[in-house]
């Protein structure tokens, strides 16, 4: 129940074209979504994050839509460039119970053909 | 922009060694994290650590892990007796606020166990 759920493993999209990256979810309490950048080498980074009060939510080229009854959230990349290509991590938080520690799903590896 | 950073990032032991990895996270953050990712797979939360005890761990921070705050600035993991199966990356990460607050990770050190 704790499991996070990431599709596709990998992902190859022309330049600006959209990304989009699925996660699907069972633990009804998560109450924090955040989706993380990682580039080879380096830690992950925080992209954007969303609570399941709203349904969408903007940062730049990067969307996060959230589908509360299905229990599932996507990234959407809009225009993907070449410094896109990375590995993206969706993740859950049950915040309200406590818990300290992300549970992340296994990671998409996005490449951006130029 | 300050950052979380980690030593060494690279340490190879022998089986049974005990190994001791260094974070040094942000100045003003007061909550700290350990995650490790084995090659491949996905970050997946250790423990978490706040006002100098340990606030949450997960199945796998079993008796042959610590974590310590030494001094105002260090946060340590070590591992008592290395197995095969701790090889890993192991990255550190901090919070100025608790939970649902952007993790900022260091670039991690990877451990590989022979």
């Known amino acids: 129940q704790q499991q996070v759920k990431q599709s596709p493993q990998s992902l190859i999209v022309q330049k600006g074209g959209i990304s989009i990256i699925n996660c699907a979810y069972e633990?009804?309490?998560?109450?924090?979504f955040p989706w993380y950048q990682q580039f080879p080498g380096k830690g992950p980074a925080l992209l954007i994050a969303i609570r399941p009060d709203v349904s969408e939510k903007k940062e730049g080229r990067f969307t996060i839509s959230f589908n509360k009854s299905a229990k599932q959230f996507s990234l959407h990349i809009m225009d993907s460039q070449p410094g896109d290509s990375a590995t993206y991590f969706c993740a859950a938080l049950d915040s309200g119970g406590g818990a300290d520690g992300l549970t992340f799903g296994k990671g998409t590896h996005l490449i951006i053909q130029p | 922009e300050p950052e979380v950073t980690q030593t060494p990032s690279h340490q190879v032991t022998q089986m049974g060694q005990e190994v001791i990895l260094r974070c040094v996270p942000i100045?003003?953050?007061?909550?700290f994290y350990w995650y490790r990712q084995i090659l491949g797979q996905k970050v997946e939360f250790l423990v978490s650590?706040?006002?100098?005890?340990?606030?949450?761990k997960s199945e796998i921070f079993d008796d042959q892990f610590s974590v310590e705050r030494p001094d105002g600035s260090n946060f340590t993991l070590k591992i008592r007796s290395t197995k095969l199966e701790d090889s890993a990356m192991y990255f550190c990460a901090s919070s100025d606020k608790r939970s649902n607050s952007p993790l900022h990770f260091g670039n991690g050190t990877r451990l590989t166990v022979t």
């Open positions: 100045s003003n953050h007061l909550y």
């Open positions: 650590f706040y006002n100098n005890e340990i606030s949450e």
């Open positions: 633990n009804t309490a998560f109450d924090y």
